[in-house]
């Protein structure tokens, strides 16, 4: 992979404000594959402010491959036809700050790679969007090899990965605060 | 409709502060802006993420670093959408409701690229706005503007392979908010858009030219560079108005560079 230095300035971002609800979820945009589908699991998790409160008017946005490690680039993010897993989901946060996507346990997408979803969160209050990765597993040699996960500072570094309870993964975003997620920026402005 | 008639919330949303003081907290900030770009610093391109004049950042910005890294695997892709994710005619917003919107009808139009001036095809474009009395349909927007029952202010549509949009749509009224004091937003169209790449995801507002309320605006004022914030407003263009029917603006959107190299994005 080699990066392109960006020739144009960007676009700067805006806040997506308080009143995206009815312009960006979309039916079954929280269910990347139908809750009955075999290895179906949940990610769940509550976004919170820097003190400790839920944000109730936040979306969260869901990118990964399929178990496989397949990146899914098939048609249909928004119009879900119940079987076309296009690996993209989409959902506003409810009054306690919680979000919930039906999915399945992202594959690695190379060999050695240690297997994450990315997450994108917007807020109302939250200038720009943030970028996050939300990674499977801390305690293995996949997270020892792994860029990121071995350059952030040990005490952040369980941010990023997902806990887990009867149903599939627990993420909880936290915006500001002592245990702050870590937030991803990509080498562009 | 209620009238807002309990007091004001407390905390750090409370429309407290008068717009005097708002202007004097952007002035102080723009004030060490320019005193750093004298001093060698590099131009900003993005809005602050702490930016106390809007009050509802300040619980909602990191404070911590971003961690810089390298895109991987699925970052350096993005969700594809097709003709069966956006309905044909959702890109008209004057057509959807089963009547004509009350305001001044306009297009806009623009090419979606990325930073290397290529464009952006075949990607989903999403818009929402207040209607031309400054009214969201939305639950949560109270204030005592009317609700055109022929106007629900959203609209999506795909770029075609020169990464261009076209919605046709209402003028969007400015509107009053509780950051402050009489704060009022600069009229203004959310737009939600897709790169190639995950890295390049942005929403964003644009803008109308010559408005009166960017200075006092702290959305528009976090991006604290004046020729980056420029960058988000409209031009008008008569090329695109059309003769007895609608005004026209052109606005194009930038993202992030790509990190695919030409030859991995044939292979993908």
């Known amino acids: 992979m080699s990066t392109h230095p960006s020739t144009l300035p960007p676009t700067p971002g805006q806040t997506v404000g308080p009143f995206f609800g009815y312009a960006l979820p979309f039916d079954g945009g929280a269910d990347l594959v139908p809750r009955a589908r075999a290895g179906a699991v949940r ?73 994450f979803f990315a997450v ?31 350059s952030v500072p040990e005490g952040r570094r369980h941010t990023l990965v997902v806990g887990e309870d009867e149903d599939g993964y627990v993420f909880d975003i936290r915006l500001q605060g002592a245990d702050e997620t870590v937030f991803l920026e990509f080498g562009d402005a | 409709m209620t009238q807002t008639s309990e007091p004001l919330p407390s905390g750090p949303d409370a429309a407290s502060a008068s717009q005097a003081e708002i202007d004097a907290e952007m002035a102080a900030i723009s004030t060490a802006y320019d005193a750093s770009l004298r001093d060698g610093g590099a131009a900003e391109t ?44 959702e890109s008209d917003l004057t057509i959807q409701d089963g009547g004509e919107p009350v ?69 969007p ?14 009229a203004h169209i959310h737009f939600s858009l897709f790169g190639t790449d995950f890295t390049q995801r942005l929403v964003t507002q644009m803008y109308f030219p010559g408005d009166p309320l960017f200075a006092l605006d702290p959305i528009y004022q976090a ?35 790509s990190h695919r190299t030409p030859m991995e994005e044939e292979t993908a």
């Open chain 2, 103 to 171: 305001g001044e009808r306009m297009v806009v139009t623009g090419r979606v690229l990325d930073g290397d001036g290529r464009p952006v095809r075949r990607q989903l474009v999403e818009i929402w706005q207040a209607n031309s009395a400054g009214r969201y349909i939305h639950k949560r927007d109270q204030h005592p503007a009317p609700i055109d029952p022929h106007f629900t202010g959203v609209g999506r549509m795909l770029t075609d392979d020169d990464g261009r949009y076209r919605f046709t749509t209402i003028k």
């Open chain 1, 120 to 150: 994108t969160v917007f807020a109302r209050g939250l200038l720009h969007r943030l970028l996050t990765r939300a990674y499977l597993s801390l305690d293995d040699a996949l997270a020892a090899g792994d860029p990121v996960l071995t």
């Open chain 1, 43 to 115: 990610l769940h998790g509550t976004v919170y402010d820097g003190a400790g409160e839920p944000v109730p008017d936040a979306l969260v946005e869901l990118w990964q491959a399929d178990e496989h490690g397949r990146i899914p680039q098939a048609q249909g993010s928004r119009a879900r036809d119940g079987w076309t897993f296009t690996g993209f989901g989409r959902t506003d946060v409810d009054d306690t700050g919680h979000y919930s996507f039906t999915t399945v346990r992202p594959g690695a997408t190379a060999a050695g790679q240690a297997p």
């Open chain 2, 46 to 89: 993005q809005p602050r993420l702490d930016y106390a004049p809007y009050r509802s950042s300040l619980l909602r910005h990191p404070t911590k670093d971003v961690h810089h890294a390298d895109p991987e695997g699925i970052e350096l892709y993005a969700p594809v959408f097709g003709h069966r994710d956006v309905g044909r005619l």
């Open chain 2, 173 to 186: 009224g400015p509107y009053p908010w509780k950051n402050h004091r009489n704060a009022w937003r600069p």
């Open chain 2, 223 to 257: 991006i604290v560079d004046p020729a980056a914030r420029a960058r988000l407003v409209a031009t008008y263009d008569h090329d695109v108005t059309q003769h007895e029917w609608a005004t026209g603006y052109t606005w194009d959107i930038v993202l992030t560079g």
